[in-house]
C-alpha cells in the first residue's frame, strides 16, 4: 500500500471502485475536504502522526449524519407502521399511548420525544417484543423492500449520503474499520448496512432492546439494553465493541458530543441546505458551538456536498 | 484463494506462518483433527455447504479452551492480588468476604463459586471500580509482565494451548473472523489476546462491569453488565457483538451448551491429561453428555494434541 497519497473512495451501484483520481468525487473542494484528507494522510504515512491500521476506528452516527432524518426517523416510520397494526389487533390498545397518537395522526404529540420519552420507547420495545431476532430482520427486510421516503418519494434504501459513503469507503480502503454508532436500534440497522454503506453487520453498533436465548434461539423482550447508545452512551457502545476511542468520528447532532470529544478527528455534518435535504440546527445547538471551541471539521451540506444523495 | 486445500495454521513464536504441509501440526491425526479439517473445507469451497466469509464466525470460550484454568482462573489470580492489596490499605476489609477469605488463604470457601457468588462478583467488580479503563489496562499489562503460573511455572503468556493458536490461524486464514467469548473478563483479555493468540482486542467478547463516560475519559462502576457473558449469556453477547450465531464454536464446560448449540459446528475440549496438563471432567458433565446427541467433536488433550503448550 502506497502509505504518500490517498486513494479513490468512490463506487458505482454495484460497490466497484470507479476510476478517478479523486477520492471524494461528491465533495466540494473546500475547508472540510481537504481537512479529512489531510487527517487521513497524516496517520497513513509513516512518521510522527502514524497509526497503525489496528487502531484506525471510525464511527459514524446514523440519522442525519449517514442518511436523511427528515420528516420523521427512518425507524420512526417502521415502527409506526407496526404500532398501527397493533392498535388495529387490539382495540384496547387504541385509547394508550402511543399507540392512540399514531392512529389519530398526531404529529404533535409524536414529536414530543422528550416529553412523551417512556411511553415512546415502550412503543418501540412492545412492537416487536417475544419475536426472534430472525423474524425482526424479516420484518425490517419487508419495510426497506417496499418503504418510501415520505417527501423525497425514493425507497429508503436511497437516501444515504453519496458524499459520506465515498469517506466511508476511503477510510475503509486506508485500513480504517468503519462503523456505525447509532442512538437508533442496532438491529433495524443491521440488514441494511451493508447495501446502504458496505459496512458489515459487526460493524453496527446501536441501541437495542433486551435478548434472551431459549430453546436454540434469540428472542426479542421488553428491556431497553442500557446505557441507550447516545450522548456519554456512545463512547461506552464504542468501547464495549472495539475495546478503542475513535481515531475519527462523524456526527449531526448534541447526542453525538460525546463521541466526537473522545475522537482525535471531529466531524460535523451540518443541515443548512433546505433545497437538496432539509435546513435545521434544532438539535444541535451546543454541537454546533463546541464545534468551534474543539476544532471540528463542521460540514455545510449546502456548501460541502457536490450531491447529496 | 485456492479454496480446495487447507493451507497451513503453525505460526513460529515471531507469528510468522510456519512452512509446512500440516495446517495443523500439534494435533494428533485421529477423529478430532479430521473432523475440523473437513468442515473447514466444507464451507470453504464452492459447493452445496460453502459460506460466505462474512458468516464465517468462529467463537472460542477463553478458561479451559484456549489456556489453562487450573490450579485457579487466571483472572482470579489477578484479582485476588488486589483484594489482598485492599485488605492491607484498609483493616476493616479483613473482616468482609471475599477479602477475608483472600489474606486467609481460604481455598475452599473461594472455590465455592456457587454458593458464594455475590460476595465474589462484589469482590470482583469493586477491586477496580471507579479507574479508568486505561488505568485498568495498566494494571492489566503490569499482571501479565510479573505474575507466573502457580504449577506450570512460566508466565501466564505462556498457558495458551499451542494446537488452538494453530486453529484460530488456520481458521483466520481461511476468512473466519475469530472471536474469544469468555465468561471471565472482556477487558482482563483485551490486552494479550494479540499476543496470545493473535486475535485482534476488537474481537474479545466477555463479562464486564458497567462504564460511565464523563469528562473525556471512561470509568469502570460498580455494576455488572447483564447478562453475564456466560450459559444463555454467550448467545446473546455474540449476536449483540457480530449480529450472527457461530459457524463453528469451541468450549469446555457447561457454560458452553447454548454457544455450542447455536453453532454450525461444535468443538468441546475435554480435560483428561493429568500429565501435561489437568484431568478433570468437573463443570462439564453435562456438555460431555450432550456431546454425543448434538455431534459435537471432543477434543481430548491427551490423545488429540501433540504438544499442549
Known amino acids: 500500500m502506497a502509505e504518500s497519497s490517498i486513494r479513490g473512495g468512490a463506487r458505482d451501484a454495484a460497490g466497484?471502485?470507479?476510476?478517478?483520481?479523486?477520492?471524494?468525487?461528491?465533495w466540494r473542494e473546500g475547508q472540510a475536504?481537504?481537512?479529512i484528507l489531510t487527517f487521513v494522510r497524516s496517520v497513513c504515512e509513516r512518521g510522527g502522526s502514524f497509526v497503525?491500521?489496528?487502531?484506525?476506528?471510525a464511527t459514524f452516527d446514523n440519522d442525519g449524519t449517514?442518511?436523511?432524518e427528515k420528516p420523521l426517523y427512518v425507524q420512526a416510520d417502521f415502527v409506526f407502521r407496526r404500532l398501527a397494526q397493533m392498535a388495529?389487533?387490539?382495540?384496547a390498545r387504541r385509547e394508550e399511548q402511543p399507540w392512540k397518537a399514531v392512529i389519530e395522526g398526531d404529529r404533535a404529540w409524536l414529536a414530543g420525544l422528550t416529553q412523551h420519552l417512556p411511553e415512546l420507547i415502550r412503543g418501540v420495545t412492545e412492537a416487536y417484543a417475544g419475536i426472534t431476532t430472525e423474524a425482526f430482520e424479516q420484518a425490517v427486510r419487508e419495510f426497506f423492500a417496499s418503504a418510501k421516503h415520505p417527501t423525497l418519494d425514493v425507497p429508503y434504501t436511497q437516501v444515504g449520503y453519496r458524499p459520506m459513503r465515498e469517506l466511508i469507503s476511503m477510510l475503509q480502503d486506508h485500513g480504517f474499520t468503519v462503523y456505525i454508532c447509532s442512538a437508533g436500534g442496532r438491529d433495524f440497522v443491521r440488514p441494511v448496512a451493508e447495501q446502504l454503506y458496505g459496512i458489515a453487520r459487526q460493524c453496527v453498533i446501536g441501541s437495542a432492546t433486551t435478548l434472551e436465548y431459549r430453546d436454540g434461539q434469540l428472542y426479542r423482550t421488553k428491556g431497553v439494553e442500557q446505557p441507550i447508545d447516545d450522548g456519554p452512551g456512545k463512547p461506552v457502545h464504542i468501547w464495549t465493541r472495539t475495546g478503542q476511542t475513535p481515531l475519527l468520528a462523524g456526527g449531526n447532532a448534541d447526542g453525538d458530543i460525546a463521541m466526537l470529544e473522545c475522537a482525535r478527528f471531529g466531524l460535523?455534518?451540518?443541515h443548512d441546505d433546505a433545497d437538496r435535504e432539509f435546513a435545521y440546527d434544532t438539535g444541535a445547538e451546543r454541537a454546533l458551538s463546541e464545534a468551534r471551541e474543539r476544532g471540528w471539521t463542521v460540514v455545510s451540506i449546502k456548501n460541502d456536498f457536490a450531491a447529496v444523495f
Chains 1, 2 share one sequence.
Not at 52 to 57: C, T
Not at 88 to 91: T, V
Open 16 to 26: 466497484n471502485r470507479m476510476s478517478t483520481d479523486d477520492p471524494l468525487p461528491s
Open 33 to 35: 475536504k481537504s481537512a
Open 52 to 57: 497503525p491500521e489496528s487502531a484506525r476506528v
Open 66 to 68: 449517514l442518511w436523511c
Open 88 to 91: 388495529e389487533e387490539d382495540p
Open 268 to 270: 460535523l455534518i451540518r
